[in-house]
């Protein structure tokens, strides 16, 4: 009798410790955010950039994790098959939830089965730029030398199927122009080949560029955007030089695996909300390039889907080679 009363209180305590722990109000550690794309990227900076307001508002440390590889599948799917207790989150990009899907059937994560959308945090639009040391100034100087060569040029992307990658395809196909395409494990790692003439283009996020453009080691030829940026005002859009309508941007959103619950992502939510409108943030954000965004979950959800319809339109219409 006596052991069968303490067998139940013992059950009992048990019961109410792990009633109590389930209780503790999220978050109660740190919280990992995996980067899909090597340090130095602009998912990476960005990420490095609000995590840490967003971690003041959430309580709790942000901690970065690069995973790169395979235009972001890498980390894309390492995130999807984490546990769904918010405390794995990814930041995702255009590049990895809205074109991947598109050319690649096959990725082993599905962005509506297998993701929850947290907030959407931030927009750059692309700078096409060649190293300062390409005989060329002008976007035009730059169309009729690949004419006249071509096959001989080429340029580097953040792997297959990225937005860097289907930004400079959609060059080529308005220019008219074949050029020949080299993809990294991220746009951080093509610089070193452009000072060295490796690489004679990249179409990326001016968060990326922006050093060495400052620095002088690249030349920027045009922006993606239909209108100029406010950082770049003497900088020509593509528009502007000939390529109607060319008007491309990328999207950097916080992903959570499925079955995360609604309490969770909404404090997750919150938090990097708060942060982007803070000041400070605000002004950081655009000495980077980009613009703060934030939204509500279903916002975000809806954004992505539009993203890849435009994609996939584009990928049609113009008939682009994803090689």
Not at 165 to 176: I, V
Not at 237 to 243: A, I
């Amino acid at each position: 009798m006596k052991r069968k009363y303490f067998n139940l209180c013992v059950s009992i305590s048990l019961a109410m410790w792990t009633g109590l722990a389930a209780a503790q109000p999220y978050p109660t550690k740190p919280v990992r955010l995996v980067v899909p794309f090597p340090a130095g990227g602009a998912t990476d900076i960005l990420a490095r950039t609000i995590s840490v307001k967003a971690a003041e508002k959430l309580g709790q440390p942000i901690v970065i994790d690069n995973r790169a590889g395979a235009g972001g599948t890498i980390g894309s799917a390492l995130v999807a098959k984490a546990s769904a207790d918010g405390y794995t989150l990814l930041i995702a990009t255009g590049s990895t939830h809205s074109i991947g899907p598109i050319i690649n059937p096959k990725l082993p994560y599905d962005v509506e089965r297998d993701f929850e959308p947290v907030v959407y945090v931030a927009k750059t639009a692309s700078v096409l730029v060649v190293p300062a040391n390409l005989p060329v100034k002008t976007l035009g100087e730059f169309i009729a030398m690949a004419k006249a060569k071509p096959g001989q040029l080429n340029y580097g992307s953040s792997g297959n199927g990225t937005n860097s990658h289907l930004s400079a395809e959609l060059f080529k196909a308005q220019a008219g122009v074949f050029i020949t395409h080299i993809p990294y494990r991220g746009t951080g790692l093509v610089f070193n080949d452009m000072m060295s003439g490796q690489v004679h283009l990249l179409m990326d996020n001016y968060v990326t560029s922006q050093a060495n453009i400052k620095d002088g080691r690249l030349r920027v030829l045009g922006v993606s955007s239909l209108q100029r940026l406010p950082f770049l005002p003497d900088v020509p859009t593509l528009h502007e030089q000939g390529l109607r309508g060319f008007d491309v941007s990328n999207w950097f959103g916080v992903y959570a695996p499925h079955g995360v619950t609604s309490d969770v992502i909404e404090k997750v939510n919150a938090a990097f909300n708060a942060a982007l409108q803070d000041p400070e943030m605000i002004k950081r954000l655009a000495f980077l390039g980009a613009t703060p965004t934030g939204s509500t979950p279903a916002q975000m959800g809806k954004m992505v889907a539009d993203d890849k319809t435009k994609w996939a339109n584009l990928i049609r219409d113009r008939k682009l080679v994803v090689n």
